[in-house]
T-cell receptor, first 110, second 114 residues
Framework: KQEVTQIPAALSVPEGENLVLNCSFT??????LQWFRQDPGKGLTSLLL?????REQTSGRLNASLDKSSGRSTLYIAASQPGDSATYLC?????????FGAGTRLTVKP | EAQVTQNPRYLITVTGKKLTVTCSQN?????MSWYRQDPGLGLRQIYY???????DKGDVPEGYKVSRKEKRNFPLILESPSPNQTSLYFC?????????????FGPGTRLLVL
């Protein structure tokens, strides 16, 4: 059974720092991996979707990488801003199941 | 505006009182699913639907029912709610179930079962 782990569970950084969030999964037979952002009391917003054949995706200040063989993905956030404060979730898709990590709660201090 | 809507957003009920949480999407998506989110456990899939009249169990289907009579709607039914079903529930949809599809999530329904 696929298990998805995110480390750290919480992270606090000063504004302007570059940071990396980590996601690991146990079964490399995935279709894709997706990073989401969740604001308090809100739903999930998709940030980046990486297909199993891809190694990275970029959107603005965000860059996500995927290493299927080692079961790892990272989300790199450049020049962090207070508006980046949220919980970040990674999810892997295999067959029709989408399995989520517990998330990393990010706080960017002004 | 393309969106997934859920109702109600907040619900307090008592053990055993049947309830339904509605989910609707206006994007003509074929695939819809329900998740529950609990602290430290992330999101876990309850049920999903590949198309009208096609539903299947996810990871944690016990105590839940779903139906997909129309493409746009995918209600979640709790026939006899129990306190362990207190959670934050999300509905999601995507155009197809395939690997390239991004899922769009509703705003969530926070349920408290006393």
């Amino acid at each position: 059974k696929q298990e998805v782990t995110q480390i750290p569970a919480a992270l606090s950084v000063p504004e302007g720092e570059n940071l990396v969030l980590n996601c690991s999964f146990t079964d490399s037979a995935i279709y894709n991996l997706q990073w989401f952002r969740q604001d308090p009391g809100k739903g999930l917003t998709s940030l980046l979707l990486i297909q199993s054949s891809q190694r990275e995706q970029t959107s603005g200040r965000l860059n996500a990488s995927l290493d299927k063989s080692s079961g790892r993905s990272t989300l790199y956030i450049a020049a962090s801003q207070p508006g980046d404060s949220a919980t970040y979730l990674c999810a892997v898709k295999d067959n029709n199941d989408m399995r989520f990590g517990a998330g990393t709660r990010l706080t960017v201090k002004p | 505006e393309a969106q997934v809507t859920q109702n109600p957003r907040y619900l307090i009920t008592v053990t055993g009182k049947k309830l339904t949480v509605t989910c609707s999407q206006n994007m003509n998506h074929e695939y819809m699913s329900w998740y529950r989110q609990d602290p430290g456990l992330g999101l876990r899939q309850i049920y999903y639907s590949m198309n009208v009249e096609v539903t299947d169990k996810g990871d944690v289907p016990e105590g839940y029912k779903v139906s997909r009579k129309e493409k746009r709607n995918f209600p979640l039914i709790l026939e006899s709610p129990s306190p362990n079903q207190t959670s934050l529930y999300f509905c999601a949809s995507s155009l197809l179930a395939g690997a390239r599809e991004t899922q769009y999530f509703g705003p969530g329904t926070r349920l408290l079962v006393l």
